[in-house]
């Protein structure tokens, strides 16, 4: 297909159309969001005052100084531009729970939170990406059913349950592990986070190795496979090509794995009494420790957003097919 | 629905139908959790009963073939009674989730213009949030009860539902018959519902199947972390939370709703993918 420089500059211009209108989408629902999460603290049941004082003594000077510290004077809509501004510029209030301020627990618990999910991922990928590709590439074989299996459980189990049957193997009855807690720092962490670690990386490999095989399947398919193998390219090398292509979809497929990690990391860190970002939000919640509450909805929600728009940047940009069709439209 | 759902969720065309022997040993597990959903409370009538005397006693011990947990009750009795609360509420949201999708779904594709502009953004927005850090924070905060706890999980289950059904009557609403139906100048009602709906039951059931699946594992995930289950129910997420701290005194108190949860998720999610694979191949869509 041969395309004129206005064709091009045409498909430019709406390619540049199109993207704006993602980013201006996704400012706006991050916008409602961070309404529905401002009016959390005044639709949590009982008295705000009391909620913001938590275990603190109500006496007058105490109940004067939260309404001025929260603006509970001001109107309604004043206090949510007051409060999405100091939110904007880093400042989350104070977690009653804690007595200190929340960026500061955020950021001492995030490394655990980090490491855990790092590992998890790295451990999911080496494992569901090559199973991936060898049962879409025996389709029928023990090792695809194995797979499918293994895909089916590790979706379908959660990571609780998972991760208390790995903690009764391998803590108590095989003392390979350490039972709880994330140790003294360094090589001892790690070793500390291995089984979460694992435990988490079951689910994330299950949809792995679902985005893997199903992507690979649909590359087996396809014209240039069959002509590659009719030159006499060894299967490896034909495979890999393949794997390129179907490359694409699964690296997309980030929004869903991030969509899991989230709901996987509080799991794993309350089975494994971790501290790390998912016990905080477990704690947090059932105290209702709101400012806390609401600074970790909020991160995780413009994490998925930002996480979201680029897979769907990548994908317009890694397929030529896709920006074609895309700016056709 | 995003380039990566519907990859997860694609139905492929396969060479192998999966072995049917999977497939009944899951309908008989569903079955007998079933049973004991219905007839728990005749089978095991004072599950939560305490006695402090038979605290803790291993598995195998006379009259408690599970043993018992910390407060004397005996995890086999409590297990039998869990499954109502484990099961009733994730069946119930996967349900109201369809019947949400079904109403929102039809109209939106059928009716299409500003009614499916403004459900799309709905979807949208339930969709920014991962469902399971929605349902701790909501029902958390709010100190959701059981039943709440389902309403609040309908309606987070519910954009699945919509954009499925959305897209299944976009793509029967194009069709001969949906045309003639009009020529006979049936209400907009009766075509979305008599004549188009009938033609999407196959994927509203599979979604449906899967949902199960899915609610049971986001309502024992909010249970085991405290959230939605009240302290002291014979309930399997409860069971683990309450059990982990006894691992070593009476594994089975952990084991047993363990292993159960995980069974009951992948056998709905295996009988849910088998539906699927034969339903939409046979089926009238």
Redesign the interface.
Known sequence: MTTTPIARASQARSLGRMLVVRVL?TIG??L??SIIVFS?LH???GDIVKNLLGNRASSPEAIAAIRAQYNLDQPLYMQYLIWLGNTLTGDFGQSIRLQDSVSNVIGSRLGITAALSGLAFLLAVIVAVPLGVQSAVR??SWID?FA??FG??G????????G??L??TFA??LPIFPVYGSGDGGLDTLWHLILPAITLALGLGA?IL??TR??M?RELESDYVTFGRARGLPDRQVHLIALRNAAI?IV??A??V???L??GT??AE??FALPGLGTL??GS??F?D?AV?QAL?LL??VT??II?LL??LA?IFLDPRIRAKESAQ | M????A??L?K?PR??R??PV?VWLSLALLGVVAFLVLFGNLIAPDATAQSILDSLLPPGSPGHLLGTDELGRDVLALTIAGAASALVGPVCVALGSMLLGILLGTVAGYLRGPIDFIIGRWT??LF??????AA??VA????AGYWMTVLLLILLFSPSDIRIVRAGVMEQAARPFVEAAQMLSLSKTRIMFTQVLPNVWSLIITNSMLNV??AL?AF??LS????GVAPGTADW?RQ?TD??AI??DN?AA??VP??L??GV??A???VG?WLGQNLTRTGRS
């Open positions: 989408g629902i991050l409602v969001l959390m639709l949590a049941p389709s029928g059913r499918t299996g089916i459980v979706l379908s189990a959660p990571t609780f349950a998972v208390l049957l903690l009764y108590f009855y949809i679902k985005l199903t992507a399947l979809p997309t497929g929004s869903l991030l969509t899991f989230v709901g509080v799991l309350t089975t939000l477990q919640v059932l209702k709101i509450v909805t995780v929600a998925i957003a979201a897979a769907d994908y | 995003s380039s990566t759902e990859i997860v694609a492929l060479s192998r999966r072995h999977a949208d927005l920014s949030l991962p469902l399971l850090l701790i924070v958390g905060v709010f100190g699946a899915f594992v024992s995930s085991f972390l405290g959230v997420g683990l059990g982990r691992m070593i594994p952990v084991l363990a292993l949860i995980i998720a992948s709905a999610n295996l993918d």
